[in-house]
Structure formats: structure tokens, C-alpha cells
């Protein structure tokens, strides 16, 4: 019950705070350390999805925060809650999205004795997160909890960890909300645009690279007026692909893993790269061998909101300190230049993805993710989610399915395994009426399968494709190009996926072959439940160009020479 007058418990207060910042869905495993909050939950009107494994809850909330720019909230309990929460951290931080982990703890007065399930969490979150604070005054509750979403919206997005002491959450304040949020916007200065316009008319090869967070759809279309009028080649860094629809005369395809020669090639003899809310990490810079390091041999203009981003690694000849919807609002007006020597560029490039997507590679096997990739964007609609962990099953996403909206790509740059299914729970949660597929490996599947029965719990009608080959296909694959023939801890043992599917009381169906994954897709849409497609998949196929036997067999040549 409420307390009388304006007393109420630092519980209360924190989920107040949520509500006055539009909080909507939070994601949890329950657990004793926080019991006084998901009391307060009770009376207030936000969704709280219960998870079965706090890494599938805590990336839940990091795929809400990165679809909507707004932080996902996840409570977990003290200790194993928060190590196995961790990986959602990890992904908040490398993806740069907004999210907010709030950890049960042991109350103050067992600190420092290795109380039970007691962590230390600015040690063990702080080379991890944008900041972490354990509150220890229940009357600042309401004022940390709201730092708390600013701090991890401002500049760079990123996770924010915060410790609650469990006699912290019972005790009685008077504090009132903080007022709501409001993040904070950075514009693109009128001396710096017009010296991007300079540096675009000395250009001959420009190319427009597209990445990062803090991206609105109506960013997303200014951008795209601004390489329509300046006639750029776009391209979006690792799946970062829905950013620009595919079929945008200017988009040239996607800079990530595996992507097209001939992009690669134009971003190499570009004399002008214009990056605009990515960092360009490991692989959208293909090893850091894209682009020297540090100083860029072409023209290098870098917009980010994160101050601490310019210059980091690329030292640029332009840095802009700005959000990307913003940069973008402020480019798509910029004056048209008289003369553009690189007329028809865009077009050529945009030619050359539609060539390198269009048509599925041979593989061998019965089913061929070349042929599913074009049905599924044939037959979803636009604005259809497509989640994905990470595997070499997601080349062919890369490769040959086509995002025509924003936000409609969820996948973690992290590389992180066992995403697709909490995201696609996710997703589903926010957007009931909205198609949402999740595309998993074997392997892949497996980390966070569980969150099945979360689905089901909701009444969530997730299409989960799991693409089985009986292997951790990446580092077999790895293994295979360093120590040929020597196959050692990469060979999976797998279930009936599909029996898993209707043990949690969802649809479930195998696909041997490509011609029967349309009809398999369509039972799975009319059964109306959260449903598993078990598509089986010849080991061989390891990627949209290769295959094991040769890569081992160019490996072994090599070491034979």
C-alpha cells in the first residue's frame, strides 16, 4: 500500500522516475535483492517482461534502446544476476546504445564482507559501462536515477549500471521525481558545414559512410536527400544496414563483413570519406587496413557525438562534434555545388550492390540462405524486424536481404552470440503488430534459446529460423584457413529444433530442402505462435562464396608452398 502523506519508499521513488521518463517496458529476472521494487511495479503502469536468463533480459533491454534511441531498462538480482547480465553490457557498449542495468546489492551494513552474492560493481562494470554508481542515500534516488538516463543518452550512447542496496530500497522518502529527460542534441556549427561544402567541390571520388546510434528515421531521410543532391555513393557500416533503404539510388551496400570488391575498392581510392555517427571499427575497416592509421591518405571528415570519438584513432581533417540526425537535418539544406566531377558515381555504385545482392550463390545442400534471404525480403513487409546473433549464417543476411526501413535491422556490432531471440522478444514486445523474424545458428540459438518460453509467456508470434549445420561455422572456418585438417572443439551435437519449438508450446517445423521453406514460413505466420523453422543446412555451405573443403584444401597448398 501507499504510504500516507508524501512518504514513500526509494523503491517507489526509482519506479516513479521511470514512469515520469516514459518508461514503458522493463525487462527482468526477479530476484530477492530488489523485492521492494517489483512490489512497486505492482501499482504503476509499465509492462514488465519476466525473462528466463538475465543475459536474455539485459539484451531485451539493449535492443529497445538501440531501436528507439531510448534507454532499455533491465533489472537483475545481485551477483550470478548481474555476471550473467553482463554480456548485454558488453553489447550496449560496443553498439553504442542507451541502456540502463539496475542490480540488486547487499545492504550497507554487510558491505565489505564478501556477503552472500556480493560484488563489487564499479570494479567489475567500470572498464564496461559509461557509469556506474551504487546508491547508498535513498532521498537521491530520484536524482541519480535521472542522471542515470542522461548519462547514458549524452555523446555517445552507452549502458549505465546501477546498485541498490537492498535496506536502501524500504527506506521512507520525501524526495519528489526529478523532472523527465530530455536529451541532449549537438548541432553542426555553419563554419564547419561550409567547409565540408569546400572540401566536397576539391573532391573528384567522394563516398559517404553511414554508422553508429543516435539516428532518427527522419535523420536517416535527410541524410538521404543529402547524398541524392550531392549525387554520393552511401555505404553503412556493420549492420548498420538500416540506415539507408537498400533501394536508394545511392546506396552502395554494406561495409561490413564479406562485403562486395567493388565497394571496397571505391572506398579505397576515394580522395574524400565522409563518416557520419560511426566510429569505423575492426570490420567496417576491414582490420584497420581501410583507412592508415593515424593519419587517413585521403580526405577524412568525421561526425560523431561522442567528443572523445574524433580523433581517437583517425585523426580527421575535419571533426565535427554532432549528433547524426542533427549533422544530418543541416547537410540535406547545404547549396548544391555547380559542378560535380564525380557525376554518375552514386548510380554506378548503387548498380553494383543491386549486381552483388540480386542473384543467390551456388552452395551445396539442400537449402540454400541465399534463396530464403530473397524470399524473405520479397515476401516481408517493410517494415518487418530482422534479428540476428552472430555466426557466418548471417553473411547471407548482409548480403542478400534488403532493409528499406529504420530500425528495422537488430544485430549487435558486438558480434555477440545468442542476440537474435531476446531482440526479436523484444521487438515483438514494443510493436505487437509487427512482423519479427529472428535469425540464429545452431550454436548461436542455444546461448539464448530459453527466452522461448518468454515468448510464449506473452503470446508473441517470433518466427525464429535456427540454421543448423552442426557447427560453430565461424571458427571452423577460422580453424580450417590456420590448422587445416586438425578439426578440434567446433562439431555440435544438436536437438530436433523444431520438437524443442512445440515442447514450449510454440510451432515448430523442419526445412530440408529451399522449396519448402515458404510454405513452412506461411504455416508458422497462421499458427499464430511463437514458432522455430529448423533449417538444415550442409556444413559445407560455410559461406555465400566458400567452402570448408576449400578453404582447407587453399590452406593447405599455402603451407605446401
Known amino acids: 500500500m501507499r504510504p500516507q502523506g508524501n512518504l514513500r519508499t526509494a523503491a517507489e521513488a526509482l519506479v516513479d522516475q521511470l514512469v515520469v521518463n516514459d518508461v514503458q517496458h522493463v525487462f ?14 505492482h501499482d504503476r503502469d509499465i509492462a514488465v517482461t519476466v525473462c528466463r536468463q538475465e543475459g536474455g533480459a ?11 534511441g531510448r534507454p532499455g531498462v533491465c533489472f537483475v538480482t545481485r551477483g550470478p544476476g548481474a555476471t550473467n547480465a553482463s554480456p548485454g553490457v558488453h553489447i550496449a557498449q560496443q553498439d553504442s546504445s542507451p541502456m540502463i542495468l539496475f542490480i540488486g546489492q547487499v545492504g550497507r551494513d554487510q558491505k565489505e564482507r564478501e556477503a552472500f552474492q556480493e560484488v563489487d560493481y564499479r570494479a567489475m562494470f567500470g572498464g564496461m559501462a559509461k557509469w556506474v554508481v551504487e546508491i547508498t542515500d535513498p532521498a537521491r534516488m530520484p536524482e541519480l536515477v535521472s542522471r542515470a538516463f542522461y548519462e547514458a543518452t549524452a555523446g555517445r550512447p552507452g549502458p549505465v549500471v546501477v546498485a541498490l542496496p537492498q535496506d536502501v530500497l524500504v527506506e521512507r522518502i520525501e524526495a519528489p521525481p526529478a523532472p523527465p529527460f530530455v536529451p541532449v542534441d549537438i548541432a553542426a556549427g555553419a ?15 567522394p563516398v559517404l559512410l553511414l554508422g553508429g546510434s543516435r539516428w532518427t528515421a527522419e535523420g536517416c531521410r535527410a541524410i538521404a536527400a543529402f547524398a541524392t543532391r550531392f549525387d554520393l555513393p552511401v555505404a553503412t557500416t556493420f549492420r548498420r544496414a538500416h540506415l539507408v533503404d537498400a533501394l536508394h539510388p545511392c546506396y552502395a551496400g554494406d561495409l561490413g563483413i564479406g562485403p562486395n570488391p567493388k565497394l571496397l575498392d571505391r572506398v579505397k581510392t576515394a580522395d574524400l570519406v565522409l563518416l557520419v555517427g560511426g566510429r569505423l571499427g575492426e570490420l567496417p575497416s576491414q582490420g584497420y587496413e581501410l583507412i592508415d592509421i593515424p593519419g587517413p591518405q585521403m580526405t577524412f571528415v568525421h561526425v560523431h557525438p561522442g567528443v572523445h570519438e574524433l580523433g581517437k584513432v583517425y585523426r580527421p581533417h575535419l571533426a565535427i562534434n554532432a549528433t547524426p540526425a542533427a549533422f544530418a537535418a543541416a547537410a540535406a539544406s547545404l547549396a548544391p555545388l555547380e559542378r560535380v566531377p564525380w557525376a554518375g558515381a552514386a548510380a554506378a555504385a548503387h548498380a553494383d550492390y543491386l549486381a552483388w545482392s540480386e542473384t543467390p550463390t551456388a552452395v551445396p545442400g539442400g537449402v540454400n540462405l541465399g534463396h530464403v534471404m530473397l524470399w524473405l525480403r520479397d515476401n516481408l513487409p517493410p517494415d518487418a524486424f530482422v534479428t540476428n546473433g552472430a555466426g557466418n549464417y548471417a553473411g547471407w543476411i548482409h548480403r542478400f536481404y534488403r532493409f528499406r526501413r529504420f530500425a528495422t535491422q537488430v544485430a549487435p556490432i558486438s558480434g555477440s552470440m545468442g542476440y537474435a531471440v531476446p531482440a526479436a522478444v523484444a521487438m515483438k514486445r514494443l510493436h505487437p503488430d509487427r512482423t519479427v523474424v529472428s535469425v540464429n545458428g545452431d550454436g548461436d540459438f542455444l546461448m539464448n534459446g530459453q527466452e522461448l518460453a518468454t515468448a510464449v509467456q506473452y503470446g508473441l508470434p517470433i518466427i525464429v529460423l535456427v540454421c543448423d549445420n552442426g557447427l560453430y561455422g565461424t571458427i571452423r572456418m577460422h580453424q580450417e584457413r590456420e590448422y587445416p585438417g586438425r578439426v578440434s572443439a567446433t562439431t555440435l551435437t544438436n536437438p530436433d529444433f523444431a520438437a524443442y519449438a512445440r515442447a514450449f508450446g510454440g510451432f515448430g517445423a523442419t526445412v530440408a530442402t529451399t522449396a519448402a521453406f515458404a510454405p513452412a514460413f506461411r504455416a508458422a505466420q497462421e499458427s499464430g505462435l511463437p514458432a522455430i523453422l529448423h533449417l538444415k543446412i550442409d556444413p559445407e555451405a560455410i559461406t555465400p562464396t566458400a567452402t570448408l573443403q576449400g578453404i582447407r584444401a587453399k590452406a593447405l597448398a599455402a603451407q605446401g608452398a
Not at 28 to 41: K, M, Q, R, T
Not at 58 to 68: I, N, R, S, Y
Request: aromatic share 4%; charged share 20%.
Open 28 to 41: 527482468c529476472v526477479p530476484g530477492e535483492s530488489y523485492l521492494a521494487v517489483l512490489d512497486a511495479f
Open 58 to 68: 539485459a539484451m531485451m533491454a539493449e535492443a529497445v534502446g538501440k531501436a528507439t
Open 191 to 205: 563554419a564547419d558545414l561550409a567547409r565540408l561544402r569546400d572540401m566536397l567541390a576539391g573532391a573528384q571520388r
